[in-house]
């Protein structure tokens, strides 16, 4: 996520570090690379211009130059100029009551169909009935893609095939929701390849009829500063409330996020952050800025996790391994929960330091990795699993076959996992002495 712009921020940032003294002059230069990194990242030329002249004038003030660590504070005077930028604090999603509407709206292949379907299962999650709605009149396959995923994620999906009139078809809608007991309708509206006049009369017809309580727009993050643009004549036809904004998991060069609300003034709702269902996040602007400066964002890992795995089997897991009966279905439980909070590289993006990793570690090596693991392991059987002894050459051939690797990788494997099983034998020894001592750390202390 904004790797390009993170790594020449870092850049500058190494300048910043090693300045013992500051002047007017040497603030300068190092605030040049970042006024440049910004415009690479086709960040609105006035935001960026106005973004450092503020941080000039905070960085050469009383306080910073009488600073034991004076590049330390004018980082933190980027990074909270950063967050300012960004909308400073979390805008408000405003849905309530027995009946709300919410608006898809946006250009043709910014992602409005996946998104809406990606919101509902946020809303179910918060204890919402939402109704997805297939607004798009003009493209079968728009509906086609929002039943498929509205049954993913078990949420209903309105569609009315061959109606013409989305008004028409908006009013069929509200009466489906009502006799059905949905009180939010999600409605995913039609595109352009570029904003026309008849795209706006039909939003407009369609926003006075279901008087939306949010007006979303959908925005391709990977698009820059013409994203903003597009935002501009979007707010002037249809006042929206905010905006989502799509694969930030791309080559999201950064401009739209740190432009949009300084030229519009709405701010950012929602971030797509992968393809998958569940990567999908209300947008904080102080973790965004921590992510882009490289700081890492540990709250949304820990959020993540919380949501993404259930804790009775954390819980459980910790148990056996502290016991040593973890077995290699232990194992491949363990395997399967991280794929459940996303990539891994979405996964190492989120800690400190984690952009500078990325650079150096071939992450598409190790997803790779990954999934030969899961594969050997779900080429054994249950009792193999359990009881990793039984595995005879012929048993250790015929998984290899099945899983398409050869032994010698299967042996690794099971050598890593019995020097695992091993450590975590010595580790609740260990506990054990400790406990008879009356020195026992805290639950989860070594587990974790």
Do not use: W
């Not at 007006?215 to 597009?230: I, K, R």
Request: hydrophobic share 45%.
């Amino acid at each position: 996520m904004f790797d390009a712009l993170s790594g020449k921020l870092q850049n500058a940032f190494r300048n910043l570090r090693g300045l013992g003294k500051i002047s007017e002059s040497n603030v300068a230069d190092s605030l040049r690379e970042v006024r440049l990194a910004l415009l690479d990242a086709d960040v609105n030329f006035k935001v960026a211009r106005d973004f450092i002249e503020r941080v000039k004038a905070k960085a050469i003030g009383e306080r910073v130059i009488q600073s034991i660590q004076p590049g330390q504070q004018i980082i933190k005077i980027i990074h909270d100029e950063l967050v300012a930028l960004l909308g400073a604090d979390q805008a408000a999603f405003q849905i309530s009551g027995d009946s709300a509407s919410i608006l898809m709206v946006g250009l043709h292949g910014s992602g409005k169909t996946t998104s809406s379907a990606k919101l509902a299962r946020l809303l179910q999650k918060q204890g919402r009935l939402p109704l997805l709605v297939a607004a798009d009149i003009y493209r079968p396959a728009a509906m086609d893609q929002l039943a498929t995923l509205g049954q993913k994620i078990e949420v209903p999906v309105f569609v009315a095939r061959g109606e013409t009139d989305v008004v028409r078809l908006a009013r069929h809608a509200l009466e489906e929701a009502q006799a059905t007991g949905r009180n939010t309708l999600i409605f995913d509206t039609a595109g352009r390849l570029q904003i026309d006049e008849p795209l706006v009369r039909e939003l407009v017809r369609l926003r006075e009829l279901v008087r939306p309580q949010e007006t979303l727009l959908v925005l391709d993050a990977a698009t820059g500063q013409e994203a903003v643009n597009v935002a501009t004549h979007f707010d002037q036809a249809l006042d929206v409330t905010g905006a989502v904004l799509t694969k930030l998991d791309g080559d999201a060069r950064g401009g739209a996020a740190l432009s949009l609300k300084a030229v519009t003034g709405k701010p950012i709702k929602f971030v797509g952050v992968g393809e998958k269902v569940e990567e999908f996040e209300p947008f904080y602007p102080d973790r965004m800025a921590s992510r882009i400066l490289g700081m890492g964002d540990v709250v949304g890992l820990v959020e993540r996790a919380a949501a993404a795995v259930e804790e009775a089997d954390v819980q459980r897991l910790e148990e056996r391994m502290r016991k040593g009966q973890f077995t290699l279905d232990d194992f491949l439980e363990q395997l399967r929960q991280m794929k459940k909070l996303g990539s891994l590289e979405s996964l190492v993006g989120l800690l400190p330091g984690g952009s500078e990793m990325l650079k150096q570690t071939d992450m598409s090596k190790s997803e790779k990795e990954f999934r030969r693991m899961e594969g050997m392991l779900c080429a054994m059987t249950p009792l193999e699993r359990r009881n990793p002894q039984v595995l005879n050459a012929r048993r250790r051939l015929r998984i290899a076959a099945g899983s398409g690797v050869k032994v010698a990788e299967l042996n690794t494997l099971l050598q890593r996992f019995t020097q695992m099983q091993q450590m975590m034998k010595k580790m609740g020894k260990f506990q054990k002495l400790m406990a008879r001592r009356g020195g026992l750390p805290p639950p989860g202390f070594l587990g974790r």
